[in-house]
């Protein structure tokens, strides 16, 4: 069964930086695109970016756009990502997902890490 580990969370103040990192466990996800959800206390989880099985391609979420870079190493069946400037409405439990696909509906995924806490104070 796959699985998708998450690390890197933790409480940040406000400006400052944290790096998450997703460790697959299969190496035939290379060939997939990835990437990063979260979800706010009483919110739905949402979209916040996706790579391209190369690397090449790459989505942001609107307000985190010249903010948050998503990255890969498919050697290592890792997914990054780096999140600067970090505001406190960027609170949230961060989920790192395969097979991510666009839909009518927005970004969808079919699989699911447990999720890391990422806090920032104001």
């Known amino acids: 069964q796959v699985q998708l580990v998450e690390s890197g969370g933790g409480v940040v103040q406000a400006g400052g930086s944290l790096r998450l990192s997703c460790a697959v466990s299969e190496s035939a996800f290379s060939i997939y695109d990835m990437g990063w959800f979260r979800q706010a206390p009483g919110k739905e989880r949402e979209f916040v970016s996706r790579?391209?099985?190369?690397?090449?391609?790459?989505d942001y979420e609107d307000s985190v756009k010249g903010r948050f870079t998503i990255s890969r190493d498919n050697a290592k069946n890792t997914v990054s990502l780096q999140m600067n400037s970090l505001k406190a409405e960027d609170t949230a439990v961060y989920y790192c997902a395969g097979v991510v696909v666009r839909t009518g509906a927005g970004w969808r995924a079919y699989y699911w890490g447990q999720g890391t806490q990422v806090t920032v104070s104001s």
């Open positions: 790579i391209s099985g190369s690397g090449i391609e790459k």
